[in-house]
């Protein structure tokens, strides 16, 4: 579901900046030809993100979820010529295609795909971030969430988008998926040290940052 109405949605994408023509072939390839296209983030949502990435001195995104690739080449395009974006996925399919779209742009050699569950990939993460997006399996947002917090630099920030969950986080329907994403939701709140906002943006973006007054 989408919070915002679709009319308003679109008079603000067309109002904000857009991401680029091989990022909306992507998007549109995804929606005509990929199972579960309504995973995409969306043009309003990558505005944001991009948004973010250019307020903050941002160089190093850790994206769980990648699937066909539209967020991380979005997010890399608004990053500088030696940012990173390490993206993580289980699905090999969706992560081939997204390479081959990858591969058409120029900031294509700043996304580094891992294919791996990401409670395995988190392994061989050990250094510190500036962006860390969430948007893979629901079940482990506390423990992405728990790295997060731990692999962030000083100015960095973390996005967990679905944390609206289509509005069911008001009333659980009792699925783990619903009961994960409220105890997340419950975990992002209780941070202690961190300044959150949750954002009624498409389907939800909670924005966490290191409080620092
Ligand atoms: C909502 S989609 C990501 C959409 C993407 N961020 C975009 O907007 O272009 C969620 C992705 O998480 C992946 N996923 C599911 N379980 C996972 C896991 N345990 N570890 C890593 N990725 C997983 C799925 O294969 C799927 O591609």
């Known amino acids: 579901m989408y919070i915002t109405p679709t009319d308003i949605d679109e008079y603000c994408v067309s109002h904000s900046s857009s991401p680029s023509q091989i990022a909306k072939d992507l998007q549109e390839y995804t929606k005509k030809n990929v199972h579960g296209a309504n995973m995409l983030i969306g043009e309003m949502e990558a505005s944001v993100l991009r948004f973010l990435i250019s307020l903050g001195d941002v160089r190093s995104v850790v994206e769980f979820g990648t699937y066909t690739g539209y967020s991380a080449l979005t997010m890399a395009e608004a990053l500088p010529a030696d940012g990173k974006v390490i993206t ?7 992560t081939t295609l997204a390479r081959t779209y990858w591969d058409k ?7 580094h795909q891992i294919l791996k569950p990401g409670i395995e990939a988190i392994k061989e993460l050990t250094g510190k971030y500036d962006l860390v997006f969430i948007d893979a399996d629901k079940n482990n947002y506390s423990n992405y969430l728990d790295w997060a917090v731990a692999h962030l630099s000083d100015n960095g920030m973390i996005v967990v988008d679905n944390t609206l969950w289509s509005g069911r986080v008001l009333n659980s329907d009792g699925e783990k998926q619903t009961e994960s994403i409220i105890a997340h939701n419950i975990k992002a709140k209780n941070l202690e040290g961190h300044i959150k906002t949750l954002l009624p943006i498409r389907d939800g973006m909670f924005l966490i940052k290191k409080d620092r007054a």
């Open 88 to 94: 993580i996925d289980i699905n090999k399919e969706t």
């Open 105 to 111: 742009s120029p900031h294509g050699r700043k996304i």
